[in-house]
């Protein structure tokens, strides 16, 4: 029971304007974080955190990964 329920909550069926629309901006998102968590750090008084701009390569890498998906077809209704 709690695990269908689970499974059915997680689900995201997109139609194909919502999916062009999602390709279309997480690269921009993808480049924000990227941006705002690694260079961004040049701005700051602060020394670079390496811990910091390794996690703005990984979100980088997650959402330009999945902009890639969703432009190959992946999750059609």
């Known amino acids: 029971m709690a695990s269908s329920v689970l499974q059915r909550a997680a689900m995201l069926l997109l139609n194909r304007t919502q999916r062009a629309m999602l390709v279309d901006k997480l690269p921009d998102v993808a480049n924000l974080a990227i941006g705002a968590l690694s260079?961004?750090?040049?701005?700051?008084?602060?020394?670079?955190?390496?811990?910091?701009?390794?996690?703005?390569?990984?979100?980088?890498?997650?959402?330009?990964?999945?902009?890639?998906?969703?432009?190959?077809?992946?999750?059609?209704?």
């Open 39 to 77: 260079f961004g750090q040049f701005l700051a008084d602060r020394p670079f955190s390496l811990t910091l701009g390794l996690c703005g390569l990984a979100i980088w890498v997650v959402l330009m990964a999945w902009a890639i998906s969703l432009a190959s077809g992946g999750n059609e209704p």
